[in-house]
């Protein structure tokens, strides 16, 4: 009897093909020749009765005695004529009407005559003409059609426990460490202790000289500090700004005609009501926000803040820092970045002690910051870590935004007396925005400036002074009565003006003392006229709906013995605006054109990237006023930062079984085996509407799997990605306005997410390979993986600095789905792309999904490739064979190139913040 043989593995491609011949009418079915019944597949074959109902990889064939066929083994001779090659992988022999894959759990010879049964410690899946090992650790019983492997698991358990071991090494190193720190702080202070006692004496003459020059009135003269600065030789920086505007474009006057002085060696508060522009003041003086108008004078030259801006420190009202850091870590970071190239790291460290010690956080030198999760430092004290940060960089300037902001009246005392003591024992200028300060955090101030609103000056000089000035204008300052709440409430406008103004009544008239004149004539009164309205002045009534913006011209005119050097005579800036018009007064000037604007930004921008990059190979600055570490050690204190931040915890190795579970989920795509296509002869005599479906794969699960496995690695990068720089984008922005270039603190951030690609890589490799096994190079499929990740992280860094952050996990499902079912070659296949969207095939390849598919797709169908006819596939999908090493190439550049983009938008965007 003639037989035809083939398995129930092919049949689903085949039913349709096999009863439109009418093979199956008929006939009886029974297990093909050749074949060693095992226990494993008896039960299974036996149980065959009808091929529709028959089970995946049992081996049936179908009696054609009714053709009369003689057919040779290792060959086919269908019925309509003719004698045909089996080709491998395919199971021929003697009489075969029709060519059948190998059935699964077999493997058949080169010959396809013969087919055996796949042994012990081996697994054979459909159409193999060898049986392939299992891996190590790994169980494959007799007849085996997969892998049950343990390795995976095992390699798992493996790496944890070598990861636990060396974060319990680490720890034991930072103890230590800390322990030191600890021992370090313990010395410096001891030391401090002595220098004390053995300059006691001169710190009781210091203090009594001190509470003299308090009692003088007369301002201390323009450029003579009242301590001598101790910053290694280099003399301080004393500010003078003249005549400060800022108008908005809608012509809105923001500040007006604002003069004044930081001194060295004093603390200033600057007070005012909402929207006096006490923060816009701070901007303006240090070139944060351009000018309107007006000039600065450093040193009594005319300069610009922003040149020394490695010499000023600021401090926001946030607290912005890592709070997972320790107080040490920060304040270290900060010291090394800022301070000279020339500090050795001893100086540095203790620069460091020094701080914690001034500001008596040295308690808390091993504390991590803490945020409203875990528990950390407490909140005066990281206002103080706050002002530790710029305080180590040894400023000559230091400005605060509302530093006593949400502190008690005790912890705010204790900051205002530690910033009036660092101004005097470092000859540095603070100067700080305070609201509604107590009366003894108030006095703890050596001067004052007092914004009215509009932003004009009401006042500035020193805090004892401000009384004598504001009690010869009318304002008295009553007993009992908080001063800064007093001074804040007449620029407000609620306090009645009092005559406190001498009249002198002789022969009937009333005539005006000298003093009284000053006032009159700063009011615009004739003194040639005999009638003028006094409203309360030497009637003896008070001044009553007092209107106060005539307190900026009483400053202006009554202020001069509270003033000294070029700010003792003030223009009217009203009179002025008479004179030369709005638009002379302020300097405005036609805004640019589009086109030119973005040109000068752009220009602005590139000259800026290339000075870094120089700067950076060249390890030095020539415009710094202050020689700081080159790029390249500023890059290893950024890696030994990052490194803190990521791996200093256990909590980074949890997250690696979350990818470990993705891969075990991708695993279970891969349940259903490969059956290439059928030999071409077997295609020919198919009806018209099965030729195109018989010369492709009768059954292709790794596009599926390959397209599912690559979008959840690449969203999983996305995810882990955009907390690298968006977690710490605020931080960045103020380092950066201090000078920490972009490059080496870019490339540090790639450089220590590096062992986290691969670590992610691997548990997911292994997640995936204790379900699914691959026929392919393992050590490509890990490749694979591994440049998924790249990209993923990278198009994370894209997403963490152009989106919000309560949007960015929203972004990465978008930006993933994106790349993975529009533009991957499966909506549209890769060869109607040309046709389809003529123009755009560029979008397709910047998809790493259409190069990683691909890339998985060449690995694991490479194993088939001794089948005639599996070439073809590979056209059907617009894939080359040869492209494997492209693949990789274009999905590692995909990952610089969205860096690329990334460091271009850090640079771009935000500008303001990094000023």
Known sequence: MK???????????????????????????????????????????????????????????????????????????????????????????????????????????????????????????????????????????????????????????????????????????????????????????????????????????????????????????????????????????????????????????????????????????????????????????????????????????????????????????????LRMLTTYDILKFSADYRLPASKTSEERRNAVLEALNFLEIDHVVNSVIGDEKRRGVSGGQRKRVNIGMELVAAPKVLFLDEPTSGLDAVTSFTLAALLRDLARTKGISVAAVIHSPSQATFEMFDDLTLLGAGGQMIYQGPVNAAPEYFSSIGFPVPEDVNPADFYLEVAMGKVEQKNTLKVIMEDGETQVGSETKEVIDGMGADKNEKSFDMDGIGTGRDRTGFDPTELFSLWRTKGEAFRSGSLKKLPDPDMEEKVKGDDQLVDIKPAPGCFELAFQQTKAYWLEVWEEFYNFLTCSDPKKARQTPNGFRIYYWCCKRTYQQLYRDGYWMLGLFMHVGLGLFCSVMGTSFFIGPLPTNVCETAPTQQVQSCTQSLNNPFLGIGTFTSWAVLFAGMVEGINTFGLEQVVFWRHSSHGLPLIPYFAAKVTMDAPRMVLDALFFFWGLTSGYTSMGNDGYLFAFILLNYWVGYSMGYFISVTAEPRNRSLYCVLFSMMWTVVFSGGVVLLTEIDDQYEGLTWIWDISPTRWGVEAFFLNEVSFYEYMVGVVRIYSVYGYNEDNLPKDFGIMFALGWFWQFITFILMKLLNRDQQK
């Open 3 to 321: 037989k035809l043989c083939f398995s129930p593995t092919n049949f689903l491609g085949l039913l349709v093909l096999l009863c439109q011949i009418q093979i199956f009418d008929g006939y009886i079915m029974e297990p093909c020749p050749g074949i060693k019944v095992s226990k494993v597949r008896s039960d299974a074959q036996s149980a065959i009765e009808d091929p529709a109902e028959g089970d995946i990889g049992a081996c049936i064939c179908v009696p054609s005695g009714q053709y009369n066929i003689t057919c040779p083994p290792g060959y086919y001779c269908p019925p309509e004529g003719g004698q045909y090659a089996c080709t491998e992988g395919f199971y021929c022999p003697g009489n075969t009407t029709q060519a059948t894959y190998c059935c699964q759990g077999h493997y058949c010879s080169h010959d396809t005559i013969e087919m055996f049964i796949c042994p012990e410690g081996h697994f054979c899946p459909n159409g193999v003409k060898e049986a392939i090992s299992c891996p190590p650790l790994s169980v494959c019983e007799e007849g085996a059609t997969e892998v049950r492997s343990g390795g995976p698991l095992l390699a798992i358990i493996v790496i944890f426990i070598i990861l636990y071991l060396l974060y319990t090494c680490l720890s034991y190193k930072y103890k230590s460490k800390e322990e030191r720190h600890e021992e370090h702080v313990r010395e410096f202070s001891r030391k401090a202790e002595l220098e004390t006692e053995a300059e006691h004496d001169l710190s009781v003459l210091r203090s009594e000289q001190e509470k003299k020059e308090d009692a003088v009135v007369e301002v201390v003269p323009q450029g003579q500090p009242p301590v001598d600065s101790k910053e290694d030789g280099e003399q301080g920086l004393e500010i003078v700004f003249k005549d400060i505007w800022f108008v908005l474009p809608n012509g809105r006057v923001l500040m007006k005609a604002v003069n004044g002085i930081f001194r060295r060696g004093r603390s200033m508060a600057v007070m005012g009501p909402s929207g006096a522009g006490k923060s816009t003041l701070f901007s303006l003086v240090m070139g944060k926000a351009k000018r309107t108008r007006g000039t600065i004078e450093i040193n009594g030259k005319q300069d610009e803040l922003y040149n020394y801006s490695d010499l000023i420190g600021f401090v926001p009202q946030e607290d912005v820092m």
